[in-house]
Each structure stands twice: as structure tokens, then as C-alpha cells.
């Protein structure tokens, strides 16, 4: 692997581009991609077996000079930096608590060129369930199997015509997820490509009909 790795590509086209000259000089965006992974590493923790649990919130410390530059661009340059954190994330096989979030702050204490990065992530974490995200909505899934579908006894009903009355299930063990299509007339994609069985990883994307769905594995919280 080189020097950059496919994480880190999106952000070297960003700075090869338009924002440039802003970053000359300065704290370049690659470098906060490093130290976010480097806190990433630090601080992920194995919860089962087959699960590391990541910080998903990030607070990168910067000089009030740095961080002038670069917050000029605003959510452009976070919304890089937490797509960096994510796939970087699913390449290690770690697993987010909450949705992640990236934030740039300046420190008085912090001398220009220099980056400090905290995270945080959600304690108390007592078990891990699916849960899939339709249209922004979280809908949490219960049980071994969820009928996914058009028809009124599904347990997840969808509102598309492309969706047959019991199109697709989700199967969980407790551990692992695994998606079937139920003989479907339009078929059932996963990231892309049509199946009719496979396994579910953390962030799949499952298109039923022109609905996509995003495919979550979620703590419980002690009460």
C-alpha cells in the first residue's frame, strides 16, 4: 500500500482541487485523517468476540490559525473527514455506537501545525441489535427473522410499487445478519448487485424497489 491509502484518496482530490491554496501551508487534511485513526485505533475496544466498538464522536484541537483555514469550508471538509472515519472503520471491522461526527476546534494552547484529536463513544453498552434506516427513519428489528415488504403482514412494510408483499427477510443469530429474497418479482439488491442470499455487514445498502435501505447493527443501553 502506498502512501495514501484508498481512505485517504477522496481527501487528496479535495485538496488537490478548489481549497488548495487554502491548505498551503497549513495543517493539510490528510494529516487529520491520520490522527483520526490513529485515535480511532487507541481507543477501540473488543465488546464481543466478533465486535470492536470505535469512538464515534471526534473533536480535532487546531492553532486558531489552522483552524481558520480550514473551517472556511465548513461541512464540505467534515462531511470528507467522517466519510474517511466510516470507511476506514469498515475496512478494520469496527462498529459505531452513534452516528459519527467530526468537529474542528481552536485551542489557544495548540501551536500552528499541530493537530490533538479526542473522541468519545457511548458507554454502558450491554447487547447489539439490527436495525435498518429507511427514509432517515431508525426502525429497530426484533427477533430471528423481519419480513420485509409491501404487504400488511410484514413486519417492516414498505410504501413501493416495486416491492412485493413479502419481498425480502433479514435473519439475526445474535451475532451475525444474513438477507434472503422470498422469490421477489423485482429482485433484491445489496450494494448494488442483485442476490438472493447473503451476508449483512455493518452499513449494507439493500435497494427493494426504489427504496434503499441502510442496514445497522445497534447497541442496547442499560437501563
Known amino acids: 500500500m502506498g ?22 501551508g497549513g495543517v ?25 466498538l470505535a469512538p464515534h464522536n471526534y473533536t480535532v484541537g487546531l492553532s486558531s490559525a489552522d483552524h481558520e483555514k480550514l473551517s472556511a469550508h465548513g461541512s464540505v471538509l467534515t462531511s470528507e473527514l467522517v466519510d474517511a472515519v466510516r470507511s476506514y472503520a469498515t475496512r478494520q471491522r469496527y462498529t459505531f455506537a452513534a452516528p459519527v461526527t467530526v468537529s474542528l476546534v481552536a485551542a489557544s494552547d495548540i501551536n500552528a501545525g499541530v493537530i490533538k484529536v479526542a473522541s468519545q463513544a457511548l458507554d454502558s453498552v450491554s447487547d447489539w441489535h439490527p436495525a435498518l434506516e429507511i427514509n432517515g427513519e431508525t426502525i429497530d428489528l426484533i427477533g430471528a427473522q423481519t419480513i420485509i415488504g ?28 444474513g438477507l434472503e429474497d422470498l422469490g421477489s418479482t423485482n429482485g433484491t439488491l445489496l450494494n448494488g448487485h442483485k442476490v438472493t442470499s447473503s451476508p449483512l455487514e455493518q452499513g449494507d445498502v439493500i435497494t427493494i424497489g426504489a427504496t434503499k435501505i441502510v442496514f445497522r447493527i445497534v447497541p442496547g443501553v442499560t437501563a
Do not use: C, Y
Not at 31 to 48: C, F, N
Open 3 to 24: 502512501l495514501l491509502d484508498n481512505v485517504e484518496r477522496g481527501l487528496e482530490r479535495l485538496v488537490s482541487g478548489a481549497f488548495a491554496k487554502s491548505f498551503r
Open 28 to 52: 493539510q487534511p490528510i494529516e487529520i485523517i491520520a490522527a483520526l485513526k490513529r485515535e480511532m485505533d487507541s481507543h477501540a475496544v473488543v465488546v464481543q468476540r466478533d465486535r470492536i
Open 150 to 177: 409491501r404487504g400488511s403482514t410484514a413486519q417492516v412494510i414498505l410504501g413501493d410499487s416495486g416491492a412485493s408483499r413479502h419481498h425480502a427477510r433479514i435473519l439475526w443469530s445474535g451475532k451475525v445478519a
